[in-house]
């Protein structure tokens, strides 16, 4: 009785651990699960000021050209005329303007003053939720910057 009594403890006890392993298995599963959803691209709002001061560095988006990129989500409306611009004392700027559907919309590589810099015109066709991405020319790569967004009245 004592043996039969031990023997179903001890069978009890295997059946609990082998769960317990089980359980445990799952969890690095689960956590490298969600470090994966924390990698997908997530473009930051632009905040309600329309203007930031960031720093472009190689945590950012590489761009494939041996520079990075870092991407911004502004809502603009039909019919909204905007001016982009960027500028920074650390690299070459260029600023791209990206459609709701991820298509580029219009560029600017470097300005009317003859910096650098980025100065981007446009009217905005379509109300929606558009990215504007910050990035280095080439390879020379990164830094602070300031990212202005105007949004222009006729007069």
């Given at each position: 009785m004592i043996i039969k009594a031990l023997a179903t403890g001890v069978s009890n006890l295997l059946v609990s651990l082998t769960l317990l392993a089980g359980a445990t298995s799952f969890v690095p599963s689960a956590i490298a699960q969600q470090t994966q959803q924390t990698r997908l691209y997530n473009p930051i709002p632009l905040p309600p000021s329309n203007q930031v001061s960031d720093t472009l560095s190689e945590r950012d988006i590489p761009t494939g050209d041996g520079g990075f990129a870092r991407d911004y989500l502004v809502?603009?409306?039909q019919g909204d005329n905007i001016a982009i611009d960027l500028t920074s004392d650390n690299f070459d700027t260029i600023v791209t303007l990206m459609s709701p559907e991820g298509a580029t919309l219009a560029e600017n590589d470097d300005g009317p003053d003859g910096t650098?810099?980025?100065?981007?015109?446009?009217?905005?066709?379509q109300t929606g939720n558009y990215i504007i991405r910050?990035?280095?020319?080439?390879?020379t790569g990164g830094g602070a910057f300031v990212l202005r967004v105007t949004r222009l009245r006729p007069i």
């Open positions: 809502r603009f409306n650098t810099n980025s100065l981007l015109f446009t009217r905005i066709n910050v990035r280095s020319f080439g390879e």
